[in-house]
């Protein structure tokens, strides 16, 4: 059978990349291989997100720059899923003369049927919200992986409404998975040889909370821990206020729990918090952390955070500082502030011109920098388990992570993929480790 060729190409979190190996196992049914470049393609699909601004126009940038391909080949199918196709919809069509496909994040299951009438020269939009029990059974499973870790959704949208975000308006109403569902998932990665699954959610640890029947997370976490061939767990992406202590005993006590965890503050200020309609306070934050860093010495702590938000002041972003240093994140995402249509804060007067956000975010960016480095020396001269992901970034070299999450490159056989080693760590990087293999 002559396969088809997929190009497909994925912008923002996770939850996406995720989606789009869904979208890879559903189209491989239809005969359709992933290739790596658009030029000879059979079909086309950006499956894209609109967190921030200018994702719109980034989306139809390269939207015209693919043009050229499809006026070369009529038959070639173009398609946009993901935020920015839940966000405008039928008006994609309209704008897009040559694209043929835009679906939502609700409606990768209608995909295989969408292509087969774009195959005969049909063009179709599906964004229809799925809001119920129904949305349950959309998840189809990644099949055919070959990796080491693999990405599990756990739950999708979000109920917060933080007055910046776009994500509940194209993301939808917050659904937890059945466990059952989830824990066959695993299980089946599992036998694939998969060690380490990351569970993902726009707001994974909320799951369960209004979810009938199902466990908390932090149950969840024991059960895919009980799963024989699963060596680690991570999970992404977490709100401060469904910090549970169930959850945070799981860093005390579930060893394959990785000691890592992504926790966005997005300010230190809380006025800027309340405005943020973020739903906890500083204090409230940072006792979260001391928490964390209790049950688990040394837990690595990513976060996000947003300067320039409206009326933040010079003193607000001293907070903001402040709590930096306090927490010593050992990475931290810095995001400029920039209104999303439909959001509460898009209606919030701005003084800052876009050079003075900047400007913090530079200041801040050189606080971080210093922890980050200050962090990566703290390892030198320590042995790391690292479980051994791929090539490394010279030849020779192999990497993995460290269970905090950090990458360590060093000199050893391909043949140690997959396996778990002892790494004496060496030389520290801004973003990564150089370590030597111990006693092996
Ligand atoms: S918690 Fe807030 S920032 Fe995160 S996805 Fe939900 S609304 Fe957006």
């Not at 790596?36 to 997100?49: H, P, R």
């Not at 006590?253 to 309340?274: F, M, N, T, W």
């Not at 306090?326 to 800052?352: C, I, M, Q, W």
Request: charged residues 25%.
């Amino acid at each position: 059978m002559n396969h088809k060729q997929l190009y497909i190409e994925t912008f923002g979190c996770q939850m996406n990349v995720n989606d789009s190996e869904r979208i890879v196992t559903m189209l491989s049914d239809l005969g359709y291989r992933v290739t790596t470049e658009a030029a000879g393609a059979d079909m086309i699909l950006l499956n894209t997100c609109s967190v921030r601004g200018g994702a719109e126009e980034k989306v139809y940038k390269r939207l015209a720059n693919l043009r050229p391909l499809k006026k070369a080949r009529q038959s070639l199918i173009m398609g946009v899923g993901g935020c920015v196709a839940q966000q405008e919809g039928e008006a994609l069509l309209q704008k897009f003369p040559w694209l043929d496909l835009v679906f939502g994040t609700h409606n990768l299951h209608l995909l295989a049927d969408m292509v087969r009438g774009a195959e005969n020269g049909e063009r179709r939009c599906e964004t229809s919200f799925i809001d119920n029990e129904q949305r349950l059974d959309l998840f189809p499973p990644v099949k055919g992986t070959s990796r080491l870790s693999s990405f599990v959704t756990v739950m999708q949208g979000c109920d917060n409404f933080c007055s910046y975000c776009i994500v509940p308006y194209v993301r939808g109403r917050e659904i937890s998975r059945r466990s059952a569902d989830i824990l066959a998932e695993v299980r089946e990665l599992a036998d694939s040889g998969v060690q380490e699954v990351v569970l993902l959610g726009q707001n994974v640890n909320s799951y369960g909370l209004k979810a009938e029947g199902e466990p908390s997370f932090a149950r969840l976490i024991r059960q895919v821990a009980a799963i024989d061939g699963i060596r680690r767990i991570r999970f992404t992406t977490s709100h401060p206020k469904d910090m549970s202590d169930d959850l945070i005993a799981c860093f005390g006590d579930v060893p394959k729990l990785c000691g890592q965890i992504h926790l966005p503050v997005q300010s230190g200020s809380d006025a800027v918090l309340k405005r943020m309609n973020r739903g906890y306070t500083r204090a409230g934050y940072l006792e979260r952390i001391r928490a964390l860093k209790a049950v688990r010495p040394g837990i690595a702590i990513t976060g996000d955070m947003i300067v320039g938000f409206p009326g933040e002041s010079e003193a607000d972003f001293q907070q903001t500082v402040s709590l930096v240093e306090e927490v010593r994140y050992s990475d931290l995402f810095f995001f400029v502030y920039s209104p999303r249509p439909g959001t509460k804060a898009a209606d919030l007067a701005e003084e800052l011109t876009r050079d003075q956000k900047v400007q913090r975010l530079e200041r801040l960016l050189d606080v971080q920098k210093r922890i980050t480095r200050e962090i990566g020396d703290s390892f030198l001269g320590t042995v790391q388990p690292v479980l051994v992901e791929g090539e490394g970034k010279r030849p020779g070299q192999v990497s993995g992570r460290m269970d905090s999450g950090r990458i360590v490159n060093f000199i050893g056989e391909p043949g140690l993929i997959g396996s778990f080693v002892d790494i004496r760590i060496v030389r520290a990087y801004q973003n990564s480790l150089l370590g030597e293999l111990h006693n092996h």
